[in-house]
């Protein structure tokens, strides 16, 4: 296979006005968003986390610095391509369309202080700056170095919640399987998998969602750089998330049969070998398209699609792509940021000191389970009621972090090891409708009344989360809630009957004394 560089005949080292009108956009491009130079968000569930596991093995999210330079490679190589369309009549539609969008999303995102949005105005003010500056071979050359910078915009910490635990477990439940089928006779217990005496925890590091987001950004990189046809970037892409899920799964079989697993050096070189098997089975399997398809890699061409006339500039399009950046700049020191007013505490933190006669006893928050979840006030105790200890469980998220969220599967179980057994929803006062659910562990069984509170659905709130909105004028001024009654219950429907009706009266009396 060959690439030709694609070098249009209008590009010559000796013309410094071409390199004065790329330098000239670039440089209030880029310092319109200064604030993406300290751009490092906190990986998911670092609390389970050490060493350098934390910027390559987080459960989800990608590294944004790695990300940022192969975006800056990919365009420094087609540096000559947008130079060699600087006289092309710009393409006013969509280089006004993503300036004016671009524009937008960066003034929110500095005024809200959110990082994250910048990236998104970025890849659009560099598509419309390169259509209005170079026209269609501007953005022709530009739009895959911008589209690959989407990956370090983080996933919305409820998308990652609701994935990453039924990952766990069913991965849990593949390493099981598989090890029954070469002999040997493990438990499985949720995410922990017990094999001759000793236990292994799927935490959420070994989800498997971190190596899919690689293998999928790396599928990405492979055709950019490639110039692979659009029906094999798809099949590359679709295939990058299966090879990624089962690269992991070998991991998981391979930390559970070395002894040395459990240190953070052989953990992380386990990692890395496996993301380099995952990034080989991509090469094989578009190497195997080739074969089957021919070679059919698209070659770009040594000329420009469009005619240049070199002895002059739109100046107009220059003009106007300038002039919104230089706008943007300054409006960046004479707008002040917005700053968050006091959140109201929740009542659920005001409960007294006794409650039905019984004096609480503090419980640890269990972070390292939590993982995810995003929580910046808790509240866990256990009380004495009906003869019975009765424990509750309190996340709150006050939205200001947005790495993080209470709704997540996870809250829901009392501890490791608990399986759910039974799932159903039933009314626990007018208004309020909880998930009724027993768990059971090795040693007991648990029935969970769990319920959230300003909250809407996965849909809404990862919109919110991506947009910023509790970062604003529109910010919702309360606390999202995550609540939690559990007690433990015999073996029989008796022993279950009685721990529902004990949450029922437990849930009454609680709400009669925050009331």
Not at 19 to 39: D, E, G, K, R, S
Request: aromatic fraction near 10%; charge should be positive; proline fraction near 6%.
């Amino acid at each position: 296979m060959v690439v030709h560089d694609r070098v249009e005949e209008n590009w010559k080292p000796g013309t410094p006005h071409r390199n004065f009108m790329l330098i000239a956009i670039a440089v209030p491009l880029l310092f319109a968003h200064w604030a993406l130079a300290n751009f490092n968000p906190k990986p998911y569930g670092t609390a389970a986390i050490d060493g350098s596991d934390v910027e390559f093995f987080a459960p989800a999210g990608g590294s944004p610095v790695l990300i940022f330079a192969i975006a800056g490679l990919l365009l420094f190589g087609r540096v000559r391509r947008v130079a060699a369309g600087l006289g092309s009549t710009p393409h006013w539609s969509l280089g006004l369309g993503f300036l004016t969008c671009g524009a937008a999303l960066q003034r929110w995102a500095d005024y809200v202080g959110a990082p994250e949005l910048l990236v998104l105005s970025l890849i659009l003010l560099l598509l419309g700056s390169a259509s209005l500056v170079a026209g269609r071979d501007g953005l022709r050359a530009t739009w895959a170095p911008a589209l690959f910078l989407i990956f370090a915009f983080p996933i919305p910490a409820i998308v990652v919640n609701s994935v990453i635990w039924p990952l766990q477990l069913q991965t849990a439940s593949n390493a099981s399987s598989f090890l029954g089928l070469i002999g040997y006779s493990p438990q499985k217990f949720a995410d922990v998998i017990v094999l001759s005496g000793h236990s292994f925890q799927v935490i959420e590091t070994c989800s498997g969602m971190r190596m899919i987001e690689t293998l999928t950004m790396a599928a990405s990189l492979y055709s950019i750089l490639f110039f692979r046809r659009r029906s094999q970037v798809v099949v590359l892409m679709l295939a990058a998330p299966v090879i990624g899920y089962f690269v992991n799964f070998v991991r998981v079989i391979s930390v559970i049969f070395n002894p040395y697993a459990e240190w953070a050096t052989v953990h992380t070189a386990q990692g890395v070998i496996m993301l380099v098997v995952g990034v080989l089975m991509l090469a094989g399997l578009d190497s195997l398209l080739e074969r089957h398809q021919g070679s059919h890699s698209r070659v770009s061409s040594g000329k420009s699609n469009s005619p240049v006339d070199a002895s002059r500039f739109h100046k107009s399009g220059i003009a106007t792509a300038l002039s919104v950046l230089l706008v943007l700049i300054a409006c960046n020191f004479a707008i002040k940021p917005w700053l968050p007013g006091k959140t109201p505490v929740p009542r659920a933190f005001s409960l007294p000191g006794i409650l039905a006669g019984s004096r609480p006893t503090p419980l640890k928050l269990d972070r390292q389970f939590l993982g995810s979840i995003g929580v910046s006030n808790w509240l866990n105790r256990r009380y004495q009621f009906g003869g019975a200890p009765v424990e509750i469980q309190v996340l709150a998220d006050d939205r200001l972090n947005r790495h993080g969220s209470v709704v997540s599967p996870r809250a829901k179980i009392p501890g490791r090891s608990f399986v759910e057994l039974s799932h159903e929803e039933i009314a626990l006062y007018p208004g309020v409708y909880v998930d009724r659910i027993l768990y059971e562990s090795p040693h007991k069984r648990t029935l969970v009344y769990h319920w959230t509170e300003g909250t809407r659905s996965v849909f809404e709130e990862a919109v919110r989360n991506m947009l910023a909105l509790d970062r604003g004028p529109m910010r919702r001024n309360s606390f999202a809630l995550s609540l939690r009654l559990s007690t433990d219950v015999g073996r029989d429907m008796a022993g279950i009957e009685k721990a529902d009706r004990r949450l029922n009266a437990f849930a009454s009396i609680v709400r009669d004394s925050l009331e």
